[in-house]
């Protein structure tokens, strides 16, 4: 099929992603370390399907007839935008004692939240050459906005004696 003839269909998509991350010593063997990222997608199609005929040739009478084709066009155009926010702080802690006993500790609180942003339309145009949206034509118009958030905690603490003995505890609870 000829792009010229019967029409076009785009989907780009542009994508933004940042990560921040910054670690600190607060006291021997007690690390915090936080972490920002910023996540931004844009997404736009845009569709064009022309009228168009397609013919046949009889070669017993030198004639071409019209043996199918496109009657029925449509015009669409949409975009989704997603911004989401993640951050992370965590605490990590690591001792030795008396060279036998070793102990770390771990915990970390995740938050993310999300928007997405949706918007639709649909059209019937009445012809091929003009590639806008007019309200006359429109028969569809979808608006959309979703939001989430979500929370999580974790926690884990080990203990070992001498390498020989090991204990360890872990836990996570999520909400949304």
């Known amino acids: 099929m000829n792009y010229d003839r019967t029409g ?40 064009f399907e022309y009228t168009y005929d397609v013919y046949g040739y009889n070669s017993e009478t030198d004639e071409y007839f019209r043996s199918g084709g496109n ?16 951050w992370q702080l965590s605490l990590n802690y690591i001792k030795t004692f008396n060279k036998k ?39 569809t118009y979808n608006d959309e906005r979703q939001e989430e958030a979500r929370i999580g905690y974790v926690g884990r603490v080990n203990y070992d004696y001498a390498g020989k003995y090991l204990l360890e505890l872990a836990g996570r609870a999520d909400a949304s």
């Open 71 to 86: 009657d029925n066009p449509y015009r669409d155009r949409g975009q989704t935008k997603i911004m989401e926010n993640v």
């Open 101 to 139: 006993h070793n102990v770390s500790a771990f915990f970390l609180n995740e938050r993310i939240e999300r928007t997405r942003l949706f918007n639709f339309v649909h059209a019937v145009p009445t012809n091929n050459f003009l590639d806008i949206i007019k309200f006359a034509d429109t028969d």
């Open 8 to 47: 076009f269909y785009e989907n780009k998509w542009q994508v933004l992603q940042t990560n921040f991350t910054a670690e600190y010593e607060i006291v021997p063997d007690l690390i915090a370390k936080g972490m920002y990222s910023y996540y931004l997608a844009d997404n736009i199609f845009n569709t």
